[in-house]
């Protein structure tokens, strides 16, 4: 028994260890590099939680652009979707089926940056489509692009 309580704590002194090494300050790697965090995020009613007045993916760029000084853009399209949830999941499953690529409203050069954070919600399993008319717009050869993924369920 004395011999398995040893190696027990020896095993969580090594992963203690290792956690505060990994844990400890780093030098920030995008510190050269010009970056952009774009993203789609959705607020109204959520299906779990209510209304909201910030969406999930909106947080996270948030605390994306924090870490890394990356810009904010957000990708909005010109005609918002439902705040009513059903409303909201029924036309993102019929913009899927028909592959749409539904305006945004506005547009940023992503061109001009190193390094680009994708960000967006699954919505049927997939990017909202407004995302991909973001995508489309643009040329990204010689881009480091970081896709982030929320799920509300």
């Known amino acids: ?8 704590t020896v095993l969580c002194i ?42 999930n993916t909106h947080i996270i760029a948030e605390m994306i652009a924090g870490e890394t000084n990356g810009k904010l853009f957000q990708i909005e399209p010109v005609k918002p ?5 059903r409303a909201c999941v029924d036309i993102a499953k019929t913009e899927k089926e028909n592959k749409a690529r539904p305006a945004v409203k506005e547009d ?6 190193d390094v680009i954070f994708l ?9 909202p489509m ?13 881009k480091t692009v970081i896709p982030f993924c929320t799920h509300e369920g």
């Open 1 to 8: 028994m004395k011999k398995i309580l040893s190696i027990l």
């Open 14 to 55: 090594c992963g203690i260890s290792a956690f505060a090494q990994n844990t400890a300050p780093k030098e920030n790697i995008m510190k050269d590099k010009k970056v952009l965090v774009a993203f789609f995020s959705r607020t109204g009613e959520n299906y779990n939680v209510g209304n909201i007045s910030k969406g």
């Open 81 to 85: 979707y439902p705040d009513e949830y």
């Open 108 to 113: 940023i050069a992503a061109e001009d940056y």
């Open 119 to 127: 960000g967006y919600p699954n919505w049927w399993g997939d990017m």
């Open 130 to 142: 407004a995302v991909y008319t973001f995508i489309e717009k643009h040329d990204w050869n010689g």
